[in-house]
């Protein structure tokens, strides 16, 4: 026989009778098999299969996640010249030099308390906190209302009270407008009695006018009147940073990703319209 070209005559050292095995998937050749065995075998086959399947899909996952992120980053990449919506004003925007700061001074800071008793931060200066007031508002609008009790009622402070209309309990709402812009940071509410106080309650706004479109600014559930005569609700904006850093650096991959992901226009600043489009997609992903 010829083999690369070269004349064999004969093979003079007998070749070793190779004994079927069979291969189970987990690294062991057998040359027999019992029934009993040849089951488990099969089981172990089958198990293994099954570990490989589920690691492929998720490694699909993952990259097909990977892939939706690159083609966001794409098309801010191209969208760079094309600007359709500028930030109009500087009190609509973010810098995000702005923000890193204000993030490193909050870790860096250290509070203690000077002669006066104030607070004070690491370079000595009077700690700022959010100092609250009451808000003027005037209703513009509500779902229903009993006309013993109308929804104007409650422009006066600490003494107003609105009641729904009869067998209405569900998703009914009431609209205060602001008279002047402001950020609302806790809500007072006079309690009844436990079957007519409201008890989940959920937070609106809309940044154009009083008639939407609205977006949550948060939830609340009114606990049961315990010798108390009102429930109070506050909300702190910034205990969100955390969560939103984390769930924006996972979706992109790093820092550096997610600046770019949010800076569409290549300015250092983002738009409010541009932070609301990508908090929507980080919903849609979790």
């Known amino acids: 026989r010829r083999a690369c070209g070269e004349q064999v005559a004969s093979i003079t050292k007998p070749l070793k009778r190779l004994r079927p095995a069979v291969f189970l998937g987990v690294g062991h050749a057998v040359d027999r098999l019992t029934v009993a065995e ?3 075998a ?3 086959a089958q198990m293994a299969l099954s570990d490989r399947i589920s690691l492929t899909r998720k490694v699909e996952r993952k990259l097909r996640a990977f892939d939706r992120r690159w083609d966001d980053l794409r ?3 191209a969208n760079t010249s094309v600007v359709s919506e500028k930030p109009s004003t500087k009190q609509d925007r973010v810098s995000f030099s702005g923000i890193m700061k204000y993030i490193h ?3 860096q800071s250290k509070t203690s308390v000077d002669d006066d008793g104030k607070p004070q931060d690491s370079t000595g ?3 700022r906190g959010d ?3 009451d808000l003027p508002f005037s209703i513009v609008a509500w779902s229903s209302v009993n006309p013993e009790h109308p929804a104007t009622n409650l422009q006066d402070a600490y003494k107003g009270r609105w009641e729904s209309a009869a067998s209405c309990v569900r998703n009914e709402f009431v609209v205060m407008e602001l008279k002047e812009p ?3 940071v806790a809500v007072e509410l006079l309690i009844g009695d436990v079957m007519s106080a409201p008890r989940r309650c959920r937070l609106q706004y809309a940044p154009k006018s009083a008639g939407g479109p609205w977006l949550d600014a948060w939830k609340f559930m009114v606990e049961e009147p315990t010798g108390r005569s009102s429930y109070r609700s506050e909300h702190k904006y910034g205990s969100t940073l955390r969560t939103f850093h984390r769930a924006i650096c996972s979706y992109c991959g790093n820092e550096d990703a997610a600046f770019k992901f949010l800076d569409v226009h290549k300015s250092g600043l983002v738009s409010l319209a541009d932070m609301t489009k990508a908090c929507e997609q980080l919903q849609q992903v979790r």
């Open 38 to 40: 040849q089951q488990d």
């Open 42 to 44: 099969l089981e172990l």
């Open 75 to 77: 098309r801010s990449d």
């Open 105 to 107: 001074a909050k870790k």
């Open 125 to 127: 200066e009077a700690a």
């Open 131 to 133: 100092v609250g007031h």
């Open 182 to 184: 402001g950020t609302v």
